[in-house]
């Protein structure tokens, strides 16, 4: 069994379902610490929903130029969603299990069998280059399938306010399609949802004239709002999407015209718009429309972008040599953690196995792709520092 597989399975043992860790950051310090990680806890949140958070830091070696290390973090979570009902599954959720050459158990796709491979890329790394021209660090949460909270959100904030920033983050969400490596996230769309209550006058169906309807008045509004272009998108990502959700009016009754309706709707939206520009935009053709309305909105993140750079390359160069595949940049999806740490890293990608069991009953993962995941990761590592020795011995540097 490989080193990877079987801090997989340990992992994977642990119930960790949001917020619970489980013991799962106590085994991963237990194994930085010896490297030289300084292991740091930021738990967060209250009693009821305590979050686990740890950040694990080594510094790199100083090179001839002076110049202080650039930062590689790998991101992550500890926690998975709930198993769903135990009787559908072909094997208890939390006892990784072969068969037919694939681990099943929850996480072992989302994202366990990632944080064991940055966990034995690092080792295998450091035995190999035991001065690195680079600083080293984990981010890691239990607190990524829930609220997202109290996890690597309240982290970056506490970065922000000691000033801390990092330069390359990997998150090890699962981005692949068919074969690990044939697809790497380089951004995400942003997330915003707004409730719109639009306001009316409740009164007896049969005398419209005594009362207002406001889902007939709210109607060509949200004609309006889904016909509407909000941008063309561009080329990493695609125009930004408004869609209802949810429609939420009536007494339960057919005799009697409502007070008013509840419209529940999200924009996924590109680095081509800003949330305050659609908010001003739907208020404008709300108000074009004479509605009475109430409208509270959520922004569950930013869009990020990490344009094809350093660590980019060195990702696609580790993933072209361990597998031979030429990866797709892609920034289709939902949400990561990426969407926080983008805020003090300006270089952010997700790497991980193949999606499509992810939060299904008999999640499951191949087991041929593990060892590419840590090989990929590793190379990754190596070409990093080849580039920070590139730029120690080039002109000037000294």
Excluded at 177 to 194: A, F, L, P, Y
Excluded at 212 to 234: C, F, K, M, S, Y
Excluded at 311 to 328: M, P, R, S, Y
């Amino acid at each position: 069994m490989s080193r990877t597989l079987q801090l997989a399975e340990q992992l994977i043992s642990r119930p960790s379902v949001t917020p619970e860790d489980a013991g799962c950051l106590d085994l991963i310090a237990a194994r930085l610490a010896p490297l030289g990680f300084v292991c740091e806890r930021l738990d967060s949140g209250p009693d009821s929903f305590r979050v686990q958070n740890l950040y694990a830091k080594r510094p790199g070696a100083v090179g001839a130029s002076g110049v202080a290390p650039k930062t590689l973090v790998f991101a992550g979570h500890t926690d998975v969603v709930p198993t769903g009902p135990l009787e559908q599954w072909s094997s208890p959720p939390f006892t990784p299990t072969h068969r037919d050459g694939r681990l099943y158990g929850r996480g072992a796709s989302d994202m366990k069998t990632s944080i064991a491979a940055f966990v034995v890329a690092v080792e295998e790394f450091l035995a190999a280059t035991p001065e690195p021209l680079i600083d080293l660090a984990f981010l890691l949460t239990s607190d990524e399938e829930g609220p997202s909270i109290d996890g690597t959100k309240v982290v970056v904030e506490q970065f922000k306010a000691r000033g801390e920033r990092l330069d390359y983050c990997i998150v090890g969400e699962p981005t692949a399609v068919e074969r690990t490596g044939d697809m790497i996230k380089n951004g995400r769309r942003g997330t915003m949802s707004g409730k719109l209550t639009v306001l009316g006058i409740q009164g007896h169906i049969a005398y419209p004239q005594l009362a207002r309807n406001p889902i007939h008045q709210a109607v060509p509004a949200l004609t309006e709002l889904a016909a509407t272009a909000w941008d063309q998108g561009n080329a990493f990502f695609p125009p930004t999407s408004w869609q209802i959700s949810n429609i939420h009016g009536g007494t339960g009754a057919s005799n009697v015209i409502p007070g008013s309706v509840v419209i529940d709707f999200n924009f996924r939206f590109c680095t081509e718009s800003t949330a305050e520009g659609l908010q001003a935009r739907v208020k404008a053709i709300l108000d074009s429309h004479g509605l009475e309305y109430q409208l509270d909105w959520t922004i569950g993140g930013q869009p990020f972008l990490t344009t094809p750079g350093s660590l980019v390359h060195a990702v696609q160069q580790a993933i072209a040599d361990e597998t031979g595949l030429q990866t797709e940049l892609s920034t289709t999806g939902g949400t990561s953690d990426g969407r926080f740490i983008a805020q003090i890293c300006d270089q952010v990608i997700e790497m991980g196995p193949p999606n499509a069991s992810i939060h299904k009953i008999d999640e499951n993962i191949v087991l041929a792709d593990i060892a590419p995941l840590t090989n990929i990761y590793r190379r990754t590592l190596e070409n990093l520092h080849a580039q920070a020795l590139a730029a120690c011995a080039a002109p000037g540097a000294a």
